[in-house]
Each structure stands twice: as C-alpha cells, then as structure tokens.
C-alpha cells in the first residue's frame, strides 16, 4: 500500500498587519487595520479590530467613526513590505522541504510525506516558533493527510489558543476528527465558498463532518466532480497535489490607479517608466526574457465616457532591458494619447518569457547576440548599483517626470526593508 500523503499548510495571522507590527511592537494588542491602495477598503484587520466590528472590504470612509471610537491605527497598504516578508518566510519554509506551493502571498503548503516525524502537531508548533523567531510573523499550521484537511486544520489552530498554533488531523483518533468537523462550518471548507454553501445547507449539510458523510455521487450531482473530490479529501484522502511548485512566472503584470486622474502625458510616462522598471526588474531576477510586451491604460470605469486602451509589442528579440522596454511602451502611448482623455490606470504586461538560456541556443535571424550582451551587461551594472546602494540609486529619467502617478498613500508605514533612509533605528538607552 502506497504510503499516504501529510501536507502542512503554513498560513500567516492577519499577515498585512503582523507586517506593520514587526516594526512597530508598541501596536501588539491594539486594534489595527490596513486600507487598500488609495485608502479605500479594509484589506486586513487585526483581531482586536475584527472584535470592534470592522468588517473585511469595509469602504474606509463608511467607518471613520469606529476607527476613532476605538483608537484604530489604519496603515495604507505598503506592498512593497509584504513583498519581501512573505519572499523571507518562503524562503525559510523551503529549508523544510523544497517540495512547496506558494498558494498566496501569506500561505504555502508544503508536502512533508516523506520527513520523519513522530508528533506531528509537536513539529508544526516548532516550525510555528521558528517562523517567528526568524521572521517575526505569527502563522497557524494545519497537518493532514489532505489539502482541504491541512487548510481546516490551520483554521482550527488559529481559532483555537489551546493548540498553541498547531493541529494535525494525522493519527488522530476518529471521534476527535468527528468532533473537530461537527464544529466547521460548511463556509470554511475550501473550495465551498459563497455560491455553494446555500446548495449544501438546502441539501441540509452545513458542517464540514456533514459533507464528509456525504454519499459521493450526491455531492457530484450537486458540485460536480469537484464536490466528490471534497468528500474523499476531507475523508483524508488526498485528490489534490501540490501544483506549480517552484514554477517560474507565467506572466509578469504591474499596475496602478492614479493618486488623481491626468490627462497629463508626462504623468503617463513616468508611469510607464516605473511599472516597467519593477517589472523589468522581476525578469532579471528570474532569469527571463518578455518575447512580447505591452501596456494598457484606462479612464474610471464609474464615470461616463469609460475608455480602455491595450497595445503590444512583439519583440524581434527577447529582452528583459528596462530602458529598451520603456522607449518602447512610451512610444506605443503615443499612438493613442490624448490630452482630452482622463486616465485613472495604467499597467504594463509582459508575456512570452523565455529563460534568458535558451537566448543562446535558439538564435534566429534577426536576433543579434551582440545587441542583447550590450543590453544585458547595462542592465547587470544598474541591478548591482541599486542592490550595493539602495533600490532606486539609479533610474531611468522618465520615472521622475511626474508623480501624480503615484497612489495616494496617505498613511503608509515606512518602507523599511528596501529604503536605506527609512531603514528602522534601535537606540540603547
Ligand atoms: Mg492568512
């Protein structure tokens, strides 16, 4: 008999806010929420601002009252922290084990099947104290012979201090993982969401122990195949593997709302010049090539008139080059700007990515080595200044045309991981 499978997923608490708190350890046990870009909604709360009755996606506006009523620090959302604490974490859970999925930028799963471990809630509450000590961010760690088991699980540790953040479904006796579904609701299962919990209540299923004894074929009839494969998961037996483990990206994507509409095309430029900057960047560092590019622009799609533009460009040659790409994308923007126009969006996209080593053994006619050493050797000597100097040491002159580009981040917390001048301070007294 094949031997059956454990995975673990490690997910972060509130993990937006247990960011801002790494840096700010007088904000532990006050109420905290985080706003999207532009300030908008609430992104992430913590849990004392959850118990003041802010709700997740609330508009900020609507709640300015119970923010101040309830001393709630609100941060605007500073992504570029996330970023690179979920980059850190990642980094230290695949010292665990190289057989991992990135599942969202606060959730991995790992498959540990093949690990020798005897308790394993014990190990779960050890990892838990190293992500901590290493990066600072509380996780829950759920450990079952399934996916959706291992995701109830974590859900089971963070709702309940008692399992000190660790619970694992593995060897544990049929009454207690009974008792531990009879207490889930159907809402939490993965994959159930909020268009199929209605069907499974009529059906009158409405805990996780209730879809477990669901007969198979019923729960085809009402979920498709999907819904059998819920039941022989939360069975504890595994349907789902780990999927993209270490898959390099697809696509890469950089957008952003204006902090205000412009009809500016300075503005339009210095953010094309700095969407494509970043995401130029992200090629480098994964070793990849766009063969195609492009950008598109849009007006606010609530008022009258809404407009949306895509333009791209397919690349005679491969390129991750930052300054190629922006004369490039800048010189699409003309093709359609008009001073008329609001712009309230712009993004830049690159597809088609092809490892920078298969450059070399898959050269065509009009692909000229020589134009891409040039271009790659630029770029190298911008990367190793801004890593030796500080992000941003160097740039293109189009990125400081304009600002007006720039979200409005009213409150966001400094950025303390890849700014030297915001880097935090410790005094000793
Ligand atoms: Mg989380």
Redesign the pocket.
């Known amino acids: 008999m094949p031997k059956s499978k454990v995975f673990v997923l490690i ?5 937006f806010v247990s960011c801002e708190r790494l840096f700010r350890p007088d904000l532990e046990g006050k109420p905290v929420v985080v706003l999207s870009s532009n300030d908008g909604c609430v992104v992430a709360r913590s849990n004392e601002a959850k118990a003041a009755g802010v709700p997740m996606g609330a508009p900020a506006f609507k709640h300015r009252e119970t923010f101040k009523k309830h001393n709630i620090v609100t941060f605007s959302a500073n992504f570029e922290l996330y970023g690179d604490i979920s980059k850190r974490t990642i980094s230290l859970l695949t010292t665990i084990t190289p057989r991992i999925e990135i599942y969202s930028v ?2 991995s799963f790992l498959d540990i099947s093949a690990l020798p471990i005897t308790d394993y809630a014990e190990w779960g509450r050890g990892v838990r104290a190293s992500v901590l000590q290493h990066i600072g961010v509380p996780v829950s760690i759920g450990i079952a012979p399934s996916k959706t088991l291992a995701k109830l699980a974590a859900e089971i540790a963070k709702q309940n201090d008692t399992y000190q953040g660790a619970f694992s479904f593995i060897d544990l006796p049929e009454e207690q993982k009974a008792d531990a579904l009879r207490r889930m609701s159907i809402e939490h299962i993965w994959g159930v969401g909020r268009k199929l919990a209605p069907v499974l209540r009529s059906e009158g299923v409405s805990t996780a122990l209730g879809l477990m004894n669901l007969r198979p074929q019923r729960a085809q009839q009402l979920m498709g195949i999907h819904g059998r494969q819920m039941v022989t998961e939360l069975q504890g037996t595994a349907c789902y593997q780990l999927t993209r483990e270490h898959a390099p990206a697809k696509q890469i994507l950089r957008s952003r709302t204006f902090g205000e509409d412009t009809s500016h095309a300075y503005a339009l430029e210095a953010a094309i010049a700095n969407m494509a900057t970043r995401a130029a960047y992200q090629l480098r560092s994964e070793r990849l090539l766009a063969g195609r590019i492009g950008l598109f622009t849009n007006t606010d799609r609530h008022k009258p008139g809404y407009r949306r533009w895509t333009r791209e460009i397919q690349m005679p040659m491969p390129t991750n080059d930052t300054g190629q790409i922006i004369s490039l994308l800048v010189k699409k923007l003309g093709e359609f700007y008009s001073d008329k126009q609001k712009y309230h969006q712009l993004g830049v996209f690159f597809y088609d990515l092809t490892p920078e080593s298969a450059l070399q053994t898959d050269i065509l006619g009009d692909v000229t080595p020589d134009m891409h050493d040039r271009a790659q050797s630029r770029m190298k000597a911008v990367d190793d200044i801004n890593q030796r100097y500080g992000r941003g040491k160097i740039y293109f002159a189009a990125q400081e045309l304009n600002t007006i580009w720039q979200p409005r981040r009213k409150t966001a917390s400094p950025r303390y991981v890849s700014k030297w001048g915001e880097i935090p301070e410790a005094r000793i007294a």
Do not use: G, I, L, R
């Not at 997910?11 to 993990?15: K, L």
């Open positions: 997910d972060c608490n509130n993990f606060d959730e």
